[in-house]
């Protein structure tokens, strides 16, 4: 593979500061982007998607490759101005989930497929067992579905529930599903001898 062609799926910092200025995207004060905004972009990019292996590790040199999913994932999340962050990251990977399922020929998978009392969510939201019932009531007010129904004695939110509860509510947990199903599908796309994260010794 040439170097040209690594280009498409590797970025240097350098690559990916003059990638930006090319597509005139800027800070959110509407500067150039410099190196130090470049790092500290990756930085939080790390600590938000560290299963995604977006960042090279370095070996043999001083010198950092970003994946180009990364690269994306820095225009349409981290540089937008559009929408909040938690927005425009479930966004970007509702879009890669898409993009993937298309490339390997699957069908959705259903994300949320089981029904759980109160305190269930407490343990699979990490929340209080109040802040749990107050996103319930929001939910049941806000909604004319029936989400929540009665079983020995106990209250259950049905899974279609917990859906809603996730995209209005707790929007990091539904970021974390969709990253951990993105990655299942990556996995795949990888198994099927498409480039990822193998940066072929690069750096």
Same mark, same amino acid.
């Given at each position: 593979? %040439?170097?040209?062609? =690594? $280009? $498409?799926? #590797? =970025?240097? !910092?350098?690559? +990916? ?7 005139? +995207?800027?800070?959110?004060? /509407? ?6 905004? =470049? ?5 939080i990019m790390e600590k938000k998607h560290p299963y995604c292996r977006w960042k090279s ?12 999913? /990364?690269? !994306?994932?820095? +225009?349409?999340? !981290? ?6 962050? +938690?927005?425009? @990251?479930? $966004? ?15 069908? $959705? ?13 407490v343990i699979f939201f990490q929340r209080k067992y109040r802040t749990i019932e107050k ?13 929540? *129904?009665?079983?020995? &004695?106990?209250?259950?939110? %049905?899974?279609? &529930? ?12 539904y970021l974390e599903i969709l990253e951990q199903y993105k990655m299942e599908l990556t996995?795949? *796309?990888?198994?099927? /001898?498409?480039? *990822? @994260?193998? #940066?072929? &010794?690069?750096?």
């Amino acid at each position: 593979m %040439s170097a040209n062609n =690594l $280009d $498409d799926f #590797f =970025l240097s !910092y350098n690559k +990916i500061l003059i990638r930006l200025k090319l597509l005139n +995207i800027k800070t959110k004060n /509407g500067n150039e982007i410099t190196h130090k905004d =470049l790092r500290y972009a990756i930085k939080i990019m790390e600590k938000k998607h560290p299963y995604c292996r977006w960042k090279s590790e370095k070996v043999k040199s001083k010198r950092y490759y970003i994946l180009i999913e /990364g690269f !994306y994932w820095l +225009i349409y999340v !981290y540089f937008q101005n559009e929408k909040a962050l +938690i927005d425009a @990251d479930i $966004d970007f990977f509702l879009l890669r989930i898409k993009q993937y399922q298309e490339e390997l020929k699957v069908q $959705d998978k259903n994300l949320f497929s089981k029904d759980m009392s109160i305190d269930e969510l407490v343990i699979f939201f990490q929340r209080k067992y109040r802040t749990i019932e107050k996103a319930i009531i929001k939910m049941l007010k806000a909604t004319d579905k029936k989400y929540r *129904y009665k079983e020995n &004695g106990k209250f259950i939110i %049905s899974k279609e &529930g917990i859906e809603w509860l996730c995209k209005n509510i707790f929007k990091q947990k539904y970021l974390e599903i969709l990253e951990q199903y993105k990655m299942e599908l990556t996995e795949k *796309y990888i198994a099927n /001898g498409y480039i *990822y @994260d193998n #940066f072929f &010794g690069k750096n």
